[in-house]
């Protein structure tokens, strides 16, 4: 019986630790350092969880069609250390300088984004290579 | 004795002119590689603001001067630009249309190119600046990002290999 209970409870261990170092992914993994994006857009949405908070935000192409994004952003501890509040985001414009990522979906890594009415910019500020 | 005059006159002038031409042209010929300690916070890391690569290897002669740009895990970006300033095709990674031009400037090195790519934003234009400078065996490189109205700019520095 305490076989068992130790591999599930190394199984499980393994597991999440697997699952945080996908979540924890490297930028040039996943998204191209060669297409730098600007979007201008409504965020819609908002999670915050660990270890990157994600913005998704309605962004109108040229044509007037409407596409959801998905950002990704520094961890929600980073983000409330320069002074973002849960209240400051949703249906707040704002402005994302970024990188697309390389899959071509509407995902980006956001080096900045600033809340267009109160001017607010917020970093990225991961700075491991 | 004017003949010794004329002769040392024409000697100080080919050299001034040498000179100027020295101060006119560097070489930035050689490999370098992106110093993160001496660069601009948001010029290196995981998130930069702009893209710097992390090595450049450059050769240069009397017209022109050819630029591999390369980073971990993205494809490379070379050029070779005429020093007389007119426009060269980028040769950029499948999907991404880029052209260029240099110059020499005040012995500082000035390419300017513009990006393109699409997106499911639609087609994404991007316009760069670099001034590039040579120290010694550093070479920095002041680069502006311009995009949709907004311009940024961040200065990396490269160490000669």
Redesign the interface.
């Known amino acids: 019986m305490r076989g068992i209970l130790a591999f599930a409870t190394i199984s499980l261990g393994l597991l999440l630790a697997t699952a945080s170092l996908q979540a924890h992914h ?4 996943t998204y ?9 857009g409504t965020i819609v949405k908002m999670g915050w969880q660990n270890p990157h908070a994600h913005l998704y935000v309605d ?1 109108k ?3 007037g069609k409407v ?1 959801t ?1 998905e950002v990704e952003s520094a961890g929600p501890t980073t983000l409330m250390k320069q002074g973002l509040r849960k209240e400051d985001f949703v249906g707040a414009e704002v ?1 994302i ?4 990522a390389k899959d ?3 995902t980006v ?4 984004f600033t809340l267009v009415e109160s001017k607010k910019e917020f ?2 500020d ?4 | 004795m004017t003949r010794l005059t004329i002769a040392l006159g024409v000697a100080l002038a080919l050299g001034a002119q040498s000179a100027a031409l020295a101060q006119a042209r560097p070489d930035f010929s050689g490999t370098w590689r992106l110093n993160q300690a001496k660069s601009s916070r948001s010029a290196v890391g995981n998130t930069p603001d702009i893209p710097f690569p992390s090595q450049i290897e450059v050769k240069q002669s009397a017209t022109d001067v050819s630029v591999l740009s390369t980073s971990v895990r993205q494809q490379p970006i070379s050029a070779v630009y005429k020093l007389d300033g007119s426009k060269v095709t980028v040769q950029a990674p499948e999907g991404i249309s880029e052209t260029g031009e240099a110059r020499v400037d005040g012995g500082k090195l000035v390419v300017t190119s513009r990006r393109s790519f699409s997106s499911p934003a639609g087609d994404i234009v991007v316009e760069f600046k670099e001034i590039w400078s040579l120290d010694g065996n550093a070479l920095t490189i002041e680069k502006t990002r311009t995009q949709s109205g907004e311009s940024s700019t961040q200065k990396a520095v490269y160490d000669k290999v």
């Open positions: 490297s930028f040039s993994a191209d350092g060669n297409k730098p994006i600007t979007l201008r962004v192409n040229a044509d596409v994004w402005v300088k970024g990188f697309l071509g979906t509407p890594n956001a080096s900045t970093v990225n991961e700075k491991t290579p």
